[in-house]
């Protein structure tokens, strides 16, 4: 049996970042990921984070700690922790890409996940809808 998970989160960065500070925080992030055999895809829309992250359940688990330890963002809800069976990012060590509404109104059936208030009653509803469009971005990126 796989001993694979995902963790699904969003969060809200303090400030707007510029393109140089997430370059610079995508280079830290992939050669940490690479050496710990983790995977995944972050999206980032105005100042709002989303990540699966995906490997060994006790490597996930660790990296999702320090994620929530992390200073340079709050209000960071766990959205989707599940078992997987392989890997649906296998070759990225964190994929990236900065959306905006255009992008997210081209995914058949987003509600805007990204730019609405979520409250924590919602949040069980969400979970297939957040897989759907991390997967979708596998499409359009």
Known sequence: MSNLIHIVYISISHRDLSEKELSDFL??????????????????NEGSFIQ????????IQTLFKLVKNDKR???IIELL???????SFPDWSMGFK?????????IPGFSGLMNEELDSKAL??????????????????
């Open 81 to 87: 922790t599940e078992p997987i069976a392989e890997r």
């Open 98 to 106: 900065v959306i905006n509404s255009k992008d997210l109104e081209k």
């Open 52 to 59: 699966v992250i995906e490997g060994e359940k006790e490597a």
């Open 124 to 141: 069980p509803g969400i979970a297939k809808q957040v897989v759907k469009l991390l997967n979708s971005f596998r499409q359009y990126t």
């Open 27 to 44: 280079l830290d992030i992939r050669a940490k990921n690479k050496k710990l055999d983790i995977t995944g895809l972050l999206l980032y």
């Open 73 to 75: 963002h709050t209000n």
